[in-house]
């Protein structure tokens, strides 16, 4: 798995910070399915307030064609766009760097790069990554 990050400072004092997981599209997960679904996260930084105000979770699909092209893709080329999206939570509200953190970790939790990106920034329970396929 590859995380893709994109950071959005030309907003005056909202920042955009964007995740997408990718995975390899010769990965052997992909072989008995049509599609590809990634994991891809959206919040705002406001500069002003010192906290997120924004931060939302979806699944991005892809045809098999065009994810082999999307991963070949920087995510800041904004004319690149999913086959189909689902929104999987949205939460509008002042978050800490801490409770961000804490909350992109557990969306990601089975991805260790994340993680330990984050590690500095997680409540001490948050540390230890949760073994594959635990929930």
Not at 65 to 83: G, P, V
Not at 112 to 119: A, T
Request: charged share 25%.
């Amino acid at each position: 798995m590859r995380p893709n990050f994109l950071l959005d400072v030309n907003q005056g004092n909202l920042k955009s910070v964007q995740i997408e997981e990718l995975v390899a599209p010769d990965s052997p997960y992909f072989i008995h399915s049509d599609t590809i679904k990634c994991a891809y996260l959206h919040s705002i930084w406001n500069d002003s307030e010192n906290r997120f105000i924004h931060l939302d979770g979806a699944v991005k699909e892809y045809s098999k064609q065009n994810y082999e092209k999307r991963y070949k893709t920087q995510m800041h080329r904004t004319d690149f766009k999913a086959d189909s999206y689902m929104k999987v939570f949205r939460i509008d509200a002042s978050l800490t760097v801490n409770e961000w953190a804490d909350l992109v970790s557990k969306y990601f939790y089975h991805d260790e790069l994340i993680v330990e990106y984050l590690s500095e920034l997680l409540s001490d329970t948050r540390r230890t990554i949760a073994p594959r396929g635990a929930n």
